[in-house]
């Protein structure tokens, strides 16, 4: 008990609402604050993935110019996405499929797969005397088709500026499905800008094209908003538990985010100058944006058996300088 205060949501605490208007209404949201200057939001309708957060007044993530998008509106044919894309912190793409539209053993696969655009169909949260969770559940199933289960966790401390999210995915079907998973984290203006120091301790950077391999030298340097900028790919080598982090001296904070290469194998650098289309994606997943297709002639395509979990784990750290 605190003799300071009337009720705990006037220093923390997470608040339910819904959207009103807009190709986003009737959404459910979860808008969570801490008592250290930690603030996020949390999209029910779009599988549990934080959409706006800020750090003690910043923004950190891109919001994408279309906005909220409610389900109902997605199409799931080829780039479609890109219309309900609101990037926010960041959207979960998977679970059998990310990257690029392709058709992969017969079966027609959209950009990024569908589960960004899930609802959840349970969600609950509660508040301990040091930390704030949150439980979801996603359903990525069909009928002839792919059974899985997403179990999702957020646990984020009172007092230190921390997201700590766990996912869980099983296989609750009979047969062995294809397993592809990428988290499109969106780092975003004012956290995003010439000026921001971006660090990723890589063993070796492979350019996903010709053009981003014109850009590879500086793939790390952030520039200015650029009209007709192309964007580039880089896929970053990393092993053992990394951690990736942006800094910016214009508001004196930054962001590191920090994995398990053991739970998630890859890592890729999205880099995207452009006019208002101004994005760094730093994306761990076991797969690269290049299509089921090619990461299955590679070899590289995971599966995921049934009865079968599949844990991972992601720390997204909030820092003053």
Known sequence: MNPYIGHEEQLYGVESVRLLGGKGDGMRLLNVRNAAGLAFTVSVDRCADISRLSFKGDNFGYFAPCGYVAPQYYVDKGAEFLKSFTAGFFTTCGLTAVGSPCTDNGEELPLHGTIGNTPCENIGYWVTEDAIHIKAVVRDAALFARKLLLEREYVCPLYENVIYMTDTVTNIGSEESPFELLYHCNMGYPLLSENAKVT????????????????????????????????????????????????????????????????????????????????????????????????????????????????????????EM
Request: some cysteine; overall charge neutral.
């Open 200 to 319: 990723i301790p890589a063993e070796k950077v492979i350019p996903r094209n010709d053009h981003a391999a014109s850009g590879l030298a500086r793939c790390l340097t952030m520039e200015k908003p650029q009209k007709g900028y192309e964007e580039m790919c880089f896929y970053h080598q990393v092993s053992g538990k990394p951690v990736v982090s942006i800094y910016n001296e214009d508001i004196k904070k930054g962001l590191e985010l920090s994995f398990d290469t053991k739970e998630l194998k890859c890592f890729t650098q999205w880099k995207m100058m452009g006019e208002q289309e101004y994005v760094l994606g730093l994306e761990p997943g076991n797969c690269y944006p290049d299509g089921r297709d090619v990461m299955r002639a590679k070899n590289m395509l995971e599966f995921i058996k049934p009865g079968e979990k599949k844990v991972h784990h992601l720390t997204f750290a909030f820092k």
